[in-house]
């Protein structure tokens, strides 16, 4: 019998096998909370959000900081994700956030990124009218007039 030590990052739940890069991890986890503390979480009881039956009314500031605080986010965590939009061209992170449904979304999940839940959520909101959806599919096909639900449906 062998005896396996494992360590788990209290956050994310995430397991390491050294003490040291689940401390790491920690640390980063919650940087990256305190970096993405103004994002709004929308509530989705009975799925209806993530079904496309309400939008919420988010503002251009809020879409620019999330995306601007994503950018820092991958320099920050993730920094050979960011080498691969900067080899060619220095503003080539900021060119590929601002195109969420882009292979940047590929690297983001396939590297696991402490930044890809607040990605997604970046993703579903339109970035002609700044309404948040449940799903990406919803921003994507935007009519940017349909009625956004009341405020409070988010935290
Ligand atoms: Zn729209």
């Given at each position: 019998?062998?005896?396996?030590t494992k360590?788990?990052?209290e956050h994310?739940?995430d397991e390491?096998?050294?003490?040291?890069e689940c401390e790491?991890?920690e640390?980063?986890?919650m940087t990256?909370?305190e970096?993405?503390s103004?994002v709004?979480?929308?509530?989705?009881?009975?799925?209806?959000?993530?079904?496309g039956e309400?939008c919420?009314?988010?503002s251009s500031?809020?879409?620019?900081?999330?995306?601007d605080t994503i950018?820092?986010?991958?320099?920050?965590f993730d920094?050979?994700?960011?080498?691969k939009?900067?080899e060619?061209?220095?503003?080539?992170l900021?060119?590929?956030?601002?195109?969420?449904?882009?292979?940047?979304?590929?690297?983001l999940?396939?590297g696991a990124?402490i930044?890809?839940?607040?990605?997604?959520?970046?993703?579903n909101?339109c970035p002609?009218?700044y309404?948040e959806?449940?799903?990406?599919?919803?921003?994507l096909?935007?009519?940017?007039?349909?009625?956004a639900?009341e405020?409070?449906l988010d935290r």
């Amino acid at each position: 019998m062998k005896t396996i030590t494992k360590y788990v990052n209290e956050h994310t739940g995430d397991e390491y096998t050294s003490a040291k890069e689940c401390e790491l991890s920690e640390k980063q986890s919650m940087t990256a909370k305190e970096m993405f503390s103004f994002v709004k979480i929308v509530k989705d009881s009975g799925c209806k959000f993530a079904n496309g039956e309400y939008c919420i009314q988010r503002s251009s500031e809020y879409y620019n900081q999330l995306r601007d605080t994503i950018v820092l986010g991958i320099k920050k965590f993730d920094p050979r994700i960011a080498r691969k939009f900067t080899e060619k061209n220095k503003d080539g992170l900021e060119v590929a956030v601002n195109f969420p449904f882009g292979i940047i979304c590929r690297y983001l999940g396939d590297g696991a990124s402490i930044v890809q839940d607040y990605f997604l959520i970046y993703q579903n909101i339109c970035p002609k009218c700044y309404r948040e959806w449940g799903q990406g599919y919803f921003a994507l096909h935007c009519t940017h007039t349909d009625k956004a639900a009341e405020p409070g449906l988010d935290r």
